[in-house]
Structure formats: structure tokens, C-alpha cells
């Protein structure tokens, strides 16, 4: 087949048979509402919505005499993005005090994941089902 130069691409492979070329549609996602992601509402909650919890999982910290406070500080810190220092701190005194403390809620898969790598740095953690949430 003689191809001229005024043949475009898609003309050609319809002459041999075969798929079309399509054409990529135009969208206009300017009105589109985009989603928050700020890490510091609380594992999916948004500021003016009344949700407690926050959602459906909670990562716990558990009292163990192997825990020291710089360990869970640095670990909670790097573990779970958004949490301020002085909230590991909080999460280290009350499992000291009451034998385990909540760090944060949010999707199962995240929770294994924070709990996964809380247990690589050492912090004796654990999840369970939120029941406070929705």
C-alpha cells in the first residue's frame, strides 16, 4: 500500500483492518470538588463533619517493660504521619499509666500497615475495630 503524505495514521491502520485510533475526550474538571487530605483531622475526618473516631480501625499502643519513651516517641513519629510529639508523648504516658493507649483510627488496611511498622521498630501495638465510629 502507497501511503501519501495527507494520510493520517488512523486512515491507515482502517485501510489494513485494524483497531481505530479513538480520540481522547475532553473533560472539564474545573467544578470537580477535590478531597481533603490533611493528615492532622484524624484518619479520614473532615473539619465540620460530626464523625467520632474517625474511622473503622484503631492502632493501640501497648504498655511492655521494654518500651522506652524515646523508642515509642521516635517510632509513633515515624510510624504515622501528621502525629505531633507531644501526642506520642501522651500515647507513651497513658499506656504506661492505664496499659495501652490509642494513637489513631483510620481504614484497616492503613492500621495494619502503622501497626506493621510499629512492631518492625520494636512497640508492642495492636489493632481492633473502632466501635465509637458511625
Not at 73 to 94: M, Q, R, W, Y
Request: aromatic content about 2%; proline content about 4%.
Amino acid at each position: 500500500m502507497r501511503r501519501s503524505r495527507s494520510m493520517t495514521r488512523s486512515a491507515v491502520i482502517e485501510e489494513k483492518g485494524g483497531a481505530g485510533v479513538l480520540e481522547r475526550p475532553g473533560l472539564d474538571l474545573s467544578n470537580m470538588p477535590t478531597p481533603s487530605t490533611d493528615d492532622q483531622l484524624g484518619g479520614g475526618q473532615r473539619e465540620g463533619e460530626k464523625i467520632t473516631g474517625g474511622g473503622s480501625y484503631r492502632v493501640l499502643l501497648l504498655k511492655s517493660e521494654k518500651h522506652t519513651e524515646r523508642l515509642v516517641v521516635k517510632a509513633i513519629l515515624d510510624a504515622i504521619p501528621g502525629t505531633s510529639e507531644d501526642h506520642a508523648l501522651n500515647c507513651f504516658n497513658t499506656a504506661e499509666k492505664l496499659g495501652q493507649a490509642m494513637i489513631t483510627s483510620c481504614i484497616k488496611e492503613v492500621a495494619e500497615f502503622y501497626n506493621e511498622q510499629l512492631l518492625r521498630q520494636g512497640v508492642s501495638s495492636k489493632i481492633e475495630p473502632d466501635t465509637t465510629t458511625l
